[in-house]
C-alpha cells in the first residue's frame, strides 16, 4: 500500500519466492530494513493507523525476536513473515547455491540520503578500513554515490567502489547477497542491516572505525547498541552470530509461498483496495504528514531531520508511486554490484 513495500527489491524477492511472474500490490507495510528500535515508528510512522484493525492492512514485521524492541510494548499488533534476504536464500539454496569466500573482504559504510547527509572524515575512515582489512570493495548508498569529495576520499585509499544500485531497483537484494555472499569478511562502522545479511550467511562480520555522525539526533547511542549487540563490536564466532543475526532477521517466521501470499494479499484475484492505498491513501496520508495536518507515531522522527515540508519539497518526486518494479527472471540469480565511477586522482 505504500512505495516502502517495494524498496530494495523486497517485493520482487518475494513474488518470486511465491511463484509469481512480478510483484502485486500488498494489503499493509512491510518492513524495510534491519531496525535499532522497534520498526514501528522507524517505518511505518507516516501510518499511525494502520495496523490497529485486524481486519484491515497489516503491518508486516521481520521478527518478533529482535533485541531492538519488544513486540508485546507496541501500539499496535504486528505479524512476522521473516526478511526478504531469508526469503531470497532460501530460493537460491533450493537452486544449488551456496556462499564462497571469492570476492575477499567488504566494508559497508554508514550511509547517508537525500535528507540526512553524514558529517564525518571519510578520509580517515577509508585510511582505517585499509589499515585493519586491507584493500576493500566498499559498497556505497546510490545517494552518497553523488558526492565527489567521499567518493575520493575512498578511491585515494585504494578500495574498489560499488553499489547496489537505487532502492527502487528490483534487483538490489540480489546484488547485495552476491556481495556478501562471496565476502571473505564484512565490516562496517555501525551496526547494520548488511551486517546482519553477512552475519546470518556465517560470515566474519565486525563494526570497527570512526562511526562518523548523521545530520539528525539519534534515538539510540552508541554506547547502548555496543551494550544491546556487544558480539558484533568484538572478535566473535562466526557461528555464534549467525545465530544472533538469523533471530534478527526473522527465521522463525519463514513462511512457505502459499501462506505467504494469503498475508501478503497476493492469495486472490486483484483486488482495487491495496493498489488505491498505493496510488491516493499513502500519497495523500504523507502530504498531511509534511503540512503538519496529521501527526507522525510517537518516536518516529528519530530517522529523519528536524525540518519541515521545504526539507521533503526538495525531492518531491521520491515521495510519489511509481509503477511496480518488474519481477525477477527464473530461476533466481544473484548478479554483481554496480560499479561507481571514481573521480580522477
Request: glycine share 8%; net charge neutral; charged share 20%.
Given at each position: 500500500?505504500?512505495?516502502?513495500?517495494?524498496?530494495?527489491?523486497?517485493?520482487?524477492?518475494?513474488?518470486?519466492?511465491?511463484?509469481?511472474?512480478?510483484?502485486?500490490?500488498?494489503?499493509?507495510?512491510?518492513?524495510?530494513?534491519?531496525?535499532?528500535?522497534?520498526?514501528?515508528?522507524?517505518?511505518?510512522?507516516d501510518f499511525p493507523r494502520v495496523g490497529r484493525r485486524p481486519d484491515h492492512r497489516r503491518?508486516?514485521?521481520?521478527?518478533?525476536r529482535s533485541r531492538a524492541w519488544d513486540p508485546t510494548a507496541a501500539d499496535r499488533p504486528?505479524?512476522?513473515?521473516?526478511?526478504?534476504?531469508?526469503?531470497?536464500?532460501?530460493?537460491?539454496?533450493?537452486?544449488?547455491?551456496?556462499?564462497?569466500?571469492?570476492?575477499?573482504?567488504?566494508?559497508?559504510?554508514?550511509?547517508?540520503?537525500?535528507?540526512?547527509?553524514?558529517?564525518?572524515?571519510?578520509?580517515?575512515?577509508?585510511?582505517?578500513?585499509?589499515?585493519?582489512?586491507?584493500?576493500?570493495?566498499?559498497?556505497?548508498?546510490?545517494?552518497?554515490?553523488?558526492?565527489?569529495?567521499?567518493?575520493?576520499?575512498?578511491?585515494?585509499?585504494?578500495?574498489?567502489?560499488?553499489?547496489?544500485?537505487?532502492?527502487?531497483?528490483?534487483?538490489?537484494?540480489?546484488?547485495?547477497?552476491?556481495?556478501?555472499?562471496?565476502?571473505?569478511?564484512?565490516?562496517?562502522?555501525?551496526?547494520?542491516?548488511?551486517?546482519?545479511?553477512?552475519?546470518?550467511?556465517?560470515?566474519?562480520?565486525?563494526?570497527?572505525?570512526?562511526?562518523?555522525?548523521?545530520?539528525?539526533?539519534?534515538?539510540?547511542?552508541?554506547?547502548?547498541?555496543?551494550?544491546?549487540?556487544?558480539?558484533?563490536?568484538?572478535?566473535?564466532?562466526?557461528?555464534?552470530?549467525?545465530?544472533?543475526?538469523?533471530?534478527?532477521?526473522?527465521?522463525?517466521?519463514?513462511?512457505?509461498?502459499?501462506?505467504?501470499?494469503?498475508?501478503?494479499?497476493?492469495?486472490?484475484?486483484?483486488?482495487?483496495?491495496?493498489?488505491?492505498?498505493?496510488?491516493?491513501?499513502?500519497?495523500?496520508?504523507?502530504?498531511?504528514?509534511?503540512?503538519?495536518?496529521?501527526?507522525?507515531?510517537?518516536?518516529?522522527?528519530?530517522?529523519?531531520?528536524?525540518?519541515?515540508?521545504?526539507?521533503?519539497?526538495?525531492?518531491?518526486?521520491?515521495?510519489?508511486?511509481?509503477?511496480?518494479?518488474?519481477g525477477l527472471d527464473q530461476p533466481v540469480a544473484t548478479t554483481a554490484p554496480l560499479p561507481?565511477?571514481?573521480?580522477?586522482?
Amino acid at each position: 500500500m505504500d512505495i516502502q513495500n517495494h524498496y530494495y527489491g523486497h517485493s520482487a524477492v518475494l513474488a518470486a519466492y511465491c511463484g509469481l511472474p512480478r510483484p502485486r500490490h500488498m494489503s499493509g507495510l512491510l518492513q524495510h530494513g534491519w531496525t535499532l528500535v522497534s520498526p514501528l515508528p522507524v517505518h511505518f510512522g507516516d501510518f499511525p493507523r494502520v495496523g490497529r484493525r485486524p481486519d484491515h492492512r497489516r503491518l508486516l514485521v521481520w521478527s518478533h525476536r529482535s533485541r531492538a524492541w519488544d513486540p508485546t510494548a507496541a501500539d499496535r499488533p504486528t505479524t512476522a513473515i521473516g526478511s526478504p534476504f531469508l526469503y531470497l536464500e532460501r530460493t537460491l539454496r533450493q537452486q544449488g547455491w551456496s556462499p564462497s569466500t571469492d570476492g575477499g573482504p567488504v566494508f559497508v559504510p554508514f550511509h547517508g540520503t537525500r535528507l540526512v547527509r553524514i558529517r564525518g572524515d571519510h578520509k580517515k575512515l577509508a585510511r582505517q578500513v585499509a589499515e585493519a582489512d586491507g584493500p576493500s570493495t566498499v559498497c556505497l548508498h546510490a545517494d552518497d554515490c553523488s558526492d565527489p569529495d567521499l567518493l575520493d576520499a575512498w578511491a585515494s585509499a585504494g578500495h574498489h567502489l560499488v553499489t547496489a544500485g537505487e532502492r527502487n531497483d528490483p534487483w538490489f537484494l540480489p546484488r547485495i547477497m552476491h556481495l556478501v555472499g562471496t565476502a571473505s569478511r564484512v565490516s562496517s562502522n555501525r551496526l547494520s542491516t548488511a551486517l546482519m545479511y553477512a552475519a546470518a550467511l556465517g560470515k566474519p562480520v565486525r563494526v570497527h572505525g570512526d562511526p562518523l555522525v548523521p545530520g539528525v539526533q539519534e534515538a539510540t547511542s552508541l554506547e547502548e547498541v555496543e551494550r544491546r549487540w556487544p558480539e558484533f563490536h568484538c572478535e566473535s564466532a562466526p557461528d555464534d552470530l549467525r545465530t544472533i543475526a538469523r533471530d534478527e532477521l526473522g527465521e522463525h517466521g519463514l513462511l512457505s509461498p502459499a501462506p505467504l501470499r494469503d498475508v501478503l494479499g497476493w492469495a486472490g484475484r486483484w483486488s482495487a483496495g491495496p493498489a488505491f492505498d498505493y496510488w491516493v491513501g499513502s500519497p495523500i496520508a504523507k502530504a498531511g504528514m509534511v503540512v503538519g495536518l496529521t501527526r507522525r507515531t510517537e518516536g518516529s522522527t528519530v530517522s529523519l531531520p528536524d525540518a519541515g515540508p521545504l526539507q521533503f519539497l526538495r525531492h518531491p518526486l521520491s515521495h510519489l508511486p511509481n509503477p511496480l518494479p518488474r519481477g525477477l527472471d527464473q530461476p533466481v540469480a544473484t548478479t554483481a554490484p554496480l560499479p561507481v565511477p571514481t573521480p580522477r586522482i
